[in-house]
């Protein structure tokens, strides 16, 4: 399984940002697809998760402005931030989890400034 991840980037404070995380390879249909993210000097923190089924999970740091979702059918998963803090900059990862084995994307850099 490989996760190709893409939309981070610099927003100012306030600003919006989406990121997508595709999927591929034998990826069995129950699943969890999510996002993580690991601030300079700090532990990989979970950001957000979706089961295949449509349930999410949010840390409390970002519930209310971002939204997860994801397209099954294309293997794909969302995270739409809006209302983007300094204290978001990190590193995001994405991340899938399916039967005892878990997927670990490349990191996308948000930055965003003050």
């Known amino acids: 399984v490989q996760l190709q991840a893409s939309g981070g980037g610099l927003v100012q404070a306030g600003g919006s940002l989406r990121l997508s995380c595709a999927a591929s390879g034998s990826i069995f249909s129950f699943n969890v697809m999510g996002w993580y993210r690991q601030a300079p000097g700090k532990q990989r923190e979970l950001v957000a998760d979706?089961?295949?089924?449509?349930?999410?999970n949010y840390a409390d740091s970002v519930e209310g402005r971002f939204t997860i979702s994801r397209d099954s059918a294309k293997n794909t998963v969302y995270l739409q931030m809006n209302r983007l803090k300094p204290e978001d900059t990190a590193v995001f990862y994405c991340?899938?989890?399916?039967?005892?084995?878990?997927?670990w994307g490349q990191g996308t850099l948000v930055t965003v400034s003050s």
């Open positions: 979706i089961t295949n089924s449509g349930t999410t």
């Open positions: 991340n899938l989890r399916s039967r005892g084995s878990e997927y």
